[in-house]
């Protein structure tokens, strides 16, 4: 049998913060027609970006992340503001975070973090031959020291744990996948 999408009978608000909102549906399932709730935690989309230097260092963050309480080792990356395109606010998250700018961004794809749980969307870019045009412009919750490390070093960072974000994973995953594979 193919599944098929359920009728949302309901929807409702149960709370509203700055970059998320708390949304409970109440959906039917064509299959049994029984009802279930279902917890919904909507956001604007998100960008991650891999920042390349001419010399193919990646320049990379490494930021507190407070839901797992440590450290990560992870690429640029934020949410896109209202008044952003993902290209823009990838270019923004790059020169906050890092202070690099970039000659040219190209798109990788976009992903659903957590369909699950979340309806937004993750775009992945690939900024080409950034540079450093000035200091980071961080946000009063950001702590982040600028990594540079050697292209070919990223899968073992990888494998190795040091880079363990499943986002990143995934936009390196792309840029492995698809666009390097269609530069060989």
């Known amino acids: 049998m193919t599944p098929k999408d359920w009728t949302v009978l309901s929807s409702r608000t149960d709370h509203s913060l700055r970059f998320l909102t708390l949304r409970t549906d109440h959906a039917l ?3 049994t027609g029984l009802s279930s709730d279902f917890v919904v935690l909507e956001s604007s989309p998100w960008v991650n970006v891999i920042p390349l230097t001419p010399k193919n260092e990646v320049v990379l963050v490494h930021q507190y992340r407070h839901g797992i309480r440590k ?3 992870e690429i640029p990356g934020g949410i896109v503001e209202d008044f952003d395109s993902p290209e823009e606010a990838a270019r ?3 020169r ?10 190209i798109p ?3 992903v659903y973090p957590n369909p699950a749980i979340q309806n937004n969307l993750c775009y992945l870019f690939l900024a080409r031959d950034v540079y450093l045009a000035g200091e980071q412009q961080l946000d009063k919750n950001e702590d ?3 990594v540079l490390k050697p292209l070919d070093e990223i899968p073992r960072l990888i494998r190795d744990g040091e880079i363990n974000h499943a986002l990143v994973i995934t936009a390196f995953y792309h840029f492995y996948m698809d ?6």
Not at 96 to 105: K, L, Q, R
């Open 71 to 73: 450290l990560t080792l």
């Open 96 to 105: 906050e975070e890092t202070g690099y700018v970039d000659s040219s961004m």
């Open 179 to 184: 666009y390097r594979r269609q530069k060989a």
């Open 29 to 31: 399932s064509p299959r």
């Open 108 to 110: 990788l794809g976009a």
């Open 92 to 94: 923004r998250e790059l």
């Open 144 to 146: 982040i020291e600028v």
